[in-house]
Protein backbone atom coordinates (compact mmCIF):
# COMPACT_ATOMS: atom_id res chain seq x y z
CA UNK A 1 0.00 0.00 0.00
CA UNK A 2 0.96 3.65 -0.52
CA UNK A 3 0.05 6.90 0.53
CA UNK A 4 -0.25 9.71 -1.56
CA UNK A 5 0.24 13.72 -0.74
CA UNK A 6 -0.11 16.24 -3.38
CA UNK A 7 1.56 20.05 -2.99
CA UNK A 8 2.06 22.78 -4.99
CA UNK A 9 -1.07 23.66 -6.31
CA UNK A 10 -2.18 27.79 -5.91
CA UNK A 11 -3.36 30.65 -8.21
CA UNK A 12 -1.44 31.74 -11.62
CA UNK A 13 -2.52 33.51 -14.38
CA UNK A 14 -2.80 32.20 -18.09
CA UNK A 15 0.50 31.89 -19.20
CA UNK A 16 2.01 30.67 -16.32
CA UNK A 17 3.27 27.67 -14.77
CA UNK A 18 3.56 25.49 -11.80
CA UNK A 19 4.94 22.07 -10.32
CA UNK A 20 2.97 19.91 -8.52
CA UNK A 21 4.12 17.61 -6.13
CA UNK A 22 3.40 14.52 -5.07
CA UNK A 23 5.32 12.49 -2.45
CA UNK A 24 4.50 8.78 -1.57
CA UNK A 25 4.61 6.76 1.42
CA UNK A 26 6.53 3.37 1.59
CA UNK A 27 9.31 1.50 0.32
CA UNK A 28 7.23 0.31 -3.12
CA UNK A 29 7.20 3.60 -4.84
CA UNK A 30 9.57 2.84 -7.52
CA UNK A 31 7.08 -0.47 -8.15
CA UNK A 32 4.32 1.77 -9.22
CA UNK A 33 3.40 3.40 -12.44
CA UNK A 34 1.63 6.87 -11.67
CA UNK A 35 -0.86 9.40 -13.05
CA UNK A 36 -1.77 12.31 -12.58
CA UNK A 37 -5.61 13.48 -12.83
CA UNK A 38 -7.76 16.42 -13.50
CA UNK A 39 -10.88 17.49 -12.39
CA UNK A 40 -12.49 20.44 -13.02
CA UNK A 41 -15.71 22.05 -11.51
CA UNK A 42 -18.84 20.09 -12.06
CA UNK A 43 -17.33 17.38 -14.16
CA UNK A 44 -15.79 13.99 -14.05
CA UNK A 45 -11.94 13.16 -12.90
CA UNK A 46 -9.94 12.99 -15.99
CA UNK A 47 -6.43 11.33 -17.43
CA UNK A 48 -3.39 14.08 -17.67
CA UNK A 49 -0.66 12.45 -17.57
CA UNK A 50 1.41 8.69 -16.56
CA UNK A 51 4.68 7.69 -15.82
CA UNK A 52 6.19 4.37 -15.61
CA UNK A 53 7.55 3.11 -12.80
CA UNK A 54 11.13 3.21 -14.07
CA UNK A 55 10.52 6.92 -15.43
CA UNK A 56 11.37 6.06 -18.67
CA UNK A 57 8.45 6.32 -20.86
CA UNK A 58 5.53 9.06 -19.81
CA UNK A 59 1.98 9.21 -21.76
CA UNK A 60 -0.01 12.18 -21.95
CA UNK A 61 -3.66 13.33 -22.66
CA UNK A 62 -3.80 15.21 -26.12
CA UNK A 63 -4.83 18.22 -24.15
CA UNK A 64 -1.77 18.74 -22.09
CA UNK A 65 0.76 17.71 -24.69
CA UNK A 66 3.94 20.07 -25.31
CA UNK A 67 3.03 21.57 -22.12
CA UNK A 68 2.96 19.65 -19.15
CA UNK A 69 5.84 17.17 -17.99
CA UNK A 70 5.58 14.33 -15.88
CA UNK A 71 8.64 13.22 -14.22
CA UNK A 72 9.57 11.38 -10.63
CA UNK A 73 12.29 10.82 -9.06
CA UNK A 74 12.62 7.14 -6.90
CA UNK A 75 15.10 8.14 -4.54
CA UNK A 76 13.27 10.96 -2.95
CA UNK A 77 9.63 8.96 -3.54
CA UNK A 78 8.22 12.04 -5.30
CA UNK A 79 6.50 12.56 -8.68
CA UNK A 80 6.00 16.16 -10.29
CA UNK A 81 3.78 17.76 -13.09
CA UNK A 82 5.85 20.38 -14.26
CA UNK A 83 2.46 22.91 -15.93
CA UNK A 84 3.64 25.39 -18.52
CA UNK A 85 1.81 27.74 -20.47
CA UNK A 86 -1.11 27.32 -18.27
CA UNK A 87 -5.10 28.26 -19.50
CA UNK A 88 -8.16 28.78 -17.40
CA UNK A 89 -9.64 25.27 -18.72
CA UNK A 90 -6.74 23.63 -16.30
CA UNK A 91 -8.86 25.18 -13.30
CA UNK A 92 -9.46 22.47 -11.03
CA UNK A 93 -8.26 19.90 -8.49
CA UNK A 94 -5.40 18.18 -9.75
CA UNK A 95 -4.53 14.39 -7.95
CA UNK A 96 -2.02 11.73 -7.88
CA UNK A 97 -2.60 8.32 -8.43
CA UNK A 98 -0.68 4.63 -8.06
CA UNK A 99 -1.29 1.63 -10.09
CA UNK A 100 -0.13 -1.91 -9.30
CA UNK A 101 -0.61 -2.38 -13.27
CA UNK A 102 2.38 -1.50 -15.42
CA UNK A 103 2.02 1.94 -17.72
CA UNK A 104 -0.79 1.66 -19.84
CA UNK A 105 -0.64 4.04 -23.33
CA UNK A 106 -4.02 4.26 -24.39
CA UNK A 107 -6.98 6.35 -23.38
CA UNK A 108 -8.79 3.05 -21.75
CA UNK A 109 -5.82 2.07 -20.01
CA UNK A 110 -5.33 5.54 -18.31
CA UNK A 111 -8.91 5.44 -17.04
CA UNK A 112 -9.31 6.27 -13.11
CA UNK A 113 -10.75 2.91 -12.13
CA UNK A 114 -7.47 1.53 -13.45
CA UNK A 115 -5.62 3.09 -10.66
CA UNK A 116 -5.46 2.10 -7.03
CA UNK A 117 -4.42 4.25 -4.43
CA UNK A 118 -4.86 8.10 -4.87
CA UNK A 119 -4.16 11.83 -3.33
CA UNK A 120 -6.27 14.40 -1.42
CA UNK A 121 -5.85 16.39 -4.63
CA UNK A 122 -4.28 20.26 -4.66
CA UNK A 123 -6.15 23.26 -6.29
CA UNK A 124 -5.36 24.82 -9.41
CA UNK A 125 -6.86 28.23 -10.68
CA UNK A 126 -5.67 29.29 -13.54
CA UNK A 127 -7.26 33.42 -14.02
CA UNK A 128 -7.52 34.65 -17.70
Known amino acids: QVQLVESGGGLVQAGGSLRLSCAAS????????MGWFHQAPGKEREFVAA????????YYADSVKGRFTISRDNAKNTVYLQMNSLKPEDTGVYYC?????????????????????WGQGTQVTVSS
Open 51 to 58: ISSSGRIT
Open 26 to 33: GRTFSSYA
Open 97 to 117: AARMLVLSTTPEGNAAAKYDY
